[in-house]
């Protein structure tokens, strides 16, 4: 399998401009994951999905972020509109549920998302 | 609530030397706890992991055991390498929910 795969690699935008993430998960994984990483905050989980269904969304920071799940194969994470302060790298992952308690989560490269 | 912290990097170390990197956890209940590496321009990925008090979990010469009496998971390894540079997070895991709490990541550089 690829691993989990993430587009685009980086991204770098201008302020107000709308900004999507995409992720493909591992085949047969069920649960979904968003990350944000940033010097500040470290890693912070902004949203994860299970069986495409968003579970909990507490950790998306405001309005301006939206993330969908239309199918097992697919997710993304939207902004808009784009912020200087939403620069940071965001990280997909996924799991396969069976194994909750082992709580391994597969990571993307992730994407380098610059906003000027 | 649940968090995990740290101790703050950079770690510098020479090649050959000892290492460790202290994590201590506030949670209720018994978490699952784990140890995360990020090599540069990749994603995380697990590096070893315990599910109980007492245990050591074990990886590519990297230890750690889940002492419960100190709330700590800290990350040992006898002799780092050159390619063990990377940024390490300690994690701890709730279960049920299969939603993990990251420390904020120790940097650790290793030269020849």
């Known amino acids: 399998d690829a691993g989990v795969i993430q587009s685009p690699r980086h991204e770098v935008t201008e302020m107000g401009q709308e900004v999507t993430l995409r992720c493909k998960p591992i085949?047969?994984?069920?649960?979904l994951f968003w990350y944000r990483q940033t010097m500040m905050r470290g890693l912070e989980l902004l949203i994860y999905f299970n069986n495409n269904v968003p579970i909990d969304d507490s950790g998306m920071p405001e309005d301006r972020f939206s993330a969908k799940m239309p199918n097992a194969s697919f997710s993304t994470l939207k902004i808009q509109p784009s912020e200087p302060r939403d620069s940071a790298v965001y990280f997909c992952a996924s799991s396969f549920g069976q194994e909750m308690r082992s709580e391994k989560l597969f990571f993307g490269s992730g994407t380098q998302l610059s906003v000027l | 609530g649940n968090s995990v912290t740290q101790m703050e990097g950079p770690v510098t170390l020479s090649e050959e030397a000892f290492l460790t990197i202290n994590c201590t956890y506030t949670?209720?209940?018994?978490?699952?706890l784990f140890w995360y590496v990020q090599y540069p321009g990749e994603g995380l990925q697990l590096l070893l992991k315990a599910t109980k008090a007492d245990d050591k979990g074990s990886n590519k010469g990297f230890e750690a055991t889940y002492r419960k009496e100190t709330t700590s998971f800290h990350l040992e390894k006898g002799s780092v390498q050159v390619s063990d540079s990377a940024v390490y997070f300690c994690?701890?895991?709730?279960?049920?929910?299969?939603?993990?709490?990251f420390g904020a990541g120790t940097r650790l550089a290793v030269h020849p």
């Open positions: 949670a209720t209940g018994y978490p699952s």
């Open positions: 994690a701890l895991g709730s279960g049920g929910y299969n939603k993990l709490i």
């Open positions: 085949s047969g994984h069920d649960y």
